[in-house]
């Protein structure tokens, strides 16, 4: 059994906040997120999300949020906002990082991709930080495509940092 199957994926509510916090900063920044190879601890400083906006993320009827668990405990999460005319974004894709290269990451984008199916959405879209060439080329062998379109990172970082969104024709 793979790591993926090990795993049962949930919709996430209000309540899984103070989890899946701990989750997405170890995924994402600090020492703790170098043992995994899709962290952004080198390029980006500060938290990656406060409590405050995941606990306003988490009440948006909007945003629909899965939580992978093993054993009770969290070791995934992938957020999916629906945009509206047919499009959805997702955002947050986090594996534990020792659960890492296991499949589960690409079983959440699977999984955000059938709820976004749900919704009505017909294209994906996600943003990546453009110096983070190896994810690129994960989502582009997962069908995501560079729309060309550009955007500043939201906040001050010491070197000027900048999105690149990429999309994703939703088939079925």
């Known amino acids: 059994m793979s790591i993926a199957d090990s795993v049962s994926i949930r919709?996430?509510?209000?309540?899984?906040?103070?989890?899946?916090?701990?989750?997405?900063?170890g995924g994402y920044r600090g020492s703790s997120a170098r043992r995994g190879w899709t962290h952004e601890a080198d390029i980006?400083?500060?938290?990656?999300?406060?409590?405050?906006?995941?606990?306003a993320m988490l009440a948006d009827p909007a945003i629909h949020f899965l939580i992978a668990e093993k054993n009770g405990q969290p070791v995934g999460c992938i957020a999916?906002?629906?945009?509206?005319?047919?499009?959805?974004?997702?955002?947050?894709l986090c594996?534990?990082?020792?659960?890492q290269?296991?499949?589960l990451g690409s079983r959440l984008i699977r999984e955000a991709e059938e709820l976004a199916r749900g919704l009505g959405a017909r294209i994906m879209e996600?943003?990546?930080?453009?110096?983070?060439q190896e994810l690129?080329?994960?989502?582009?062998?997962?069908?995501?495509?560079?729309?060309?379109?550009?955007?500043?990172?939201?906040?001050?970082?010491?070197?000027?940092?900048?999105?690149?969104?990429?999309?994703?024709r939703l088939h079925g």
Do not use: C, W
């Open 101 to 103: 290269s296991g499949g």
């Open 80 to 92: 999916v906002t629906d945009k509206a005319e047919a499009r959805a974004y997702f955002g947050l």
């Open 136 to 168: 690129i080329a994960m989502y582009e062998r997962k069908g995501y495509r560079d729309t060309g379109r550009r955007d500043p990172f939201p906040a001050p970082q010491p070197r000027p940092l900048h999105f690149r969104l990429f999309e994703k």
């Open 126 to 132: 996600i943003s990546v930080i453009e110096d983070r």
């Open 11 to 25: 919709r996430a509510g209000p309540a899984d906040g103070n989890a899946l916090k701990p989750l997405i900063e």
């Open 44 to 55: 980006v400083e500060n938290e990656r999300i406060g409590a405050g906006e995941l606990a």
């Open 95 to 99: 594996v534990d990082p020792p659960m």
